[in-house]
């Protein structure tokens, strides 16, 4: 069904304001026959409220999204994107941090945040009359937050040790310096979260600094999906924020994040992280598209075929045929402005340089030849199939909500989606893997190697 143009205009009074009143905007975006009800509404402030009705749900999935991430710092702010996301939960003016995580799991819901490049989220999943103390919770920590002196200095070593935990993993840390092989210093290639060298130094007013200037309504959208009404929502948010720096000025909202001037990526380069491990972990891979690209649903059916998969071609071919790898599979990355394209493989040592050769292999030759009609039906087929499963729950309803509103700017109803997906052609796929495959490849290696061993 195709979106609603229906627009209601809701006249909500807000004290103190001049004039006495102020007007949100509510547009009804869908009726899904795969969901429920899609709503939007934007406060006077500029924050947007998203819900998705589900009535047969017994659950709902509230989220607070952010379009702030850690390309947003400079370069001795690396990590204070991640830092806020942990000291948001320490305590406000109303509650403790122990109160913030009790009175939510006393109904037996969860909370968490996770922090990426490009956006923060911190979010709820609790039973349906239980809403409203979620949105309450999850409301005051992030809008009204003390950043206490103390809780400042407590998680501060708890990133440092989360830190040292990644340096442990080195199947996480090829992934990092796979990104700064492609993009250098640009902040796409930084971590998100920070260094010791930039983490240890970073002060409570650079974090209170951080977190005023860029938390605002405008960059902020409110997502939920399940058992809800779409008025009680926005009457709840609104209530939680009232006095708040969230309630915020009168303002439009901030347009998602622009696609130009795109993102200068390095030359291909190879970098080597020398560790004595069991297992050698590399990522051979190249720019790709960014996130608004039309052939994005071509690039997802192309990933499929090459990687995506126990049937992708280096799944079968480097695992099954020749079992030099437990884990290899291709994955692409997109960002506003700049992608990525790669294969991951985590083989013995010694194995390194065959897994390598047969993946450029590959690679070159899905480039000169293209892919076949079934892999192109079998890479359609995956794509539709894993993003329709991926709705079975009110998170990744919830999720799909905020990230279309934050950063497309739209919600892309379901049969539209599945239908760009149907429409990719067999020439529209090879078409990509000419150019994209064809370009010069970085490689990331961790693993018990020198610098030199992986020069031409």
């Known amino acids: 069904m195709a979106p609603s143009d229906a627009v209601r205009h809701v006249t909500v009074s807000q004290p103190g304001r001049a004039g006495g009143s102020a007007r949100a905007v509510t547009r009804t975006l869908s009726d899904d026959p795969l969901g429920g009800t899609v709503r939007r509404t934007v406060l006077p402030s500029g924050l947007r409220v998203l819900t998705e009705a589900i009535p047969a749900m017994r659950s709902v999935s509230f989220g607070i999204w952010v379009a702030v991430g850690s390309r947003d710092e ?67 920590a992030v809008a009204d937050s003390l950043l206490e002196p103390a809780d400042v200095e407590t998680e501060r070593g708890v990133i440092l040790e989360e830190i040292a935990m990644h340096d442990d993993e080195p199947g996480d840390e090829v992934h990092d310096l796979f990104a700064r092989a492609v993009y250098g210093d640009h902040p796409l290639g930084r971590l998100i979260s920070g260094t010791e060298e930039t983490v240890t130094p970073m002060t409570r007013r650079q974090i209170q600094s951080f977190y005023r200037r860029r938390y605002t309504p405008p960059q902020i959208v409110i997502a939920a999906a399940g058992n809800l009404d779409h008025a009680t929502v926005v009457k709840l948010v609104r209530q939680a924020l009232r006095g708040t720096p969230l309630e915020g000025d009168p303002a439009e909202p901030a347009p998602h994040r622009p696609a130009t001037p795109s993102v200068r990526t390095r030359p291909a380069a190879t970098l080597v992280e020398p560790k004595e491990t069991e297992q050698a972990h590399v990522i051979l891979g190249c720019p790709g598209i960014d996130r608004i690209d039309e052939r994005r649903f071509a690039l997802g059916v192309l990933n499929n075929v090459l990687g995506g998969g126990m049937s992708s071609r280096l799944f079968q071919e480097i695992r099954e045929r020749r079992g030099l790898a437990y884990s290899v599979y291709s994955y692409a990355s997109q960002y506003a402005d700049s992608g990525l394209f790669a294969v991951y493989a985590g083989c013995a040592p010694g194995k390194v340089d065959e897994v390598l050769e047969l993946t450029r292999a590959e690679l070159a030759r899905v480039a000169a030849d293209g892919i076949t009609a079934d892999e192109l039906a079998r890479g359609k087929g995956m794509s539709k199939g894993s993003f329709v499963l991926g709705l079975e729950d009110t998170g990744s309803r919830m999720s799909r909500l905020a990230k279309g509103e934050l950063l497309y700017g739209d919600l892309m109803p379901v049969d539209e989606l599945l239908a760009r997906v149907d429409a990719v052609t067999l020439d529209d796929v090879n078409a990509l893997a000419a150019e994209l495959l064809a370009r010069p490849m970085s490689l990331a290696v961790v693993g018990p190697f020198g610098e030199n061993d992986f020069t031409a």
């Open 74 to 140: 400079t370069g001795p702010q690396g990590g204070a994107a991640h830092f806020l996301e942990h000291l948001l939960f320490k305590g406000t003016k109303k509650r403790t941090a122990l109160e913030i995580s009790s009175e939510i799991e006393a109904v037996g819901g969860e909370t968490n945040a996770f922090t990426t490049k490009e956006y923060t989220c911190y979010y709820a999943r609790v039973l349906d009359e239980d809403l409203p103390l979620a949105i309450d919770v999850m409301c005051d």
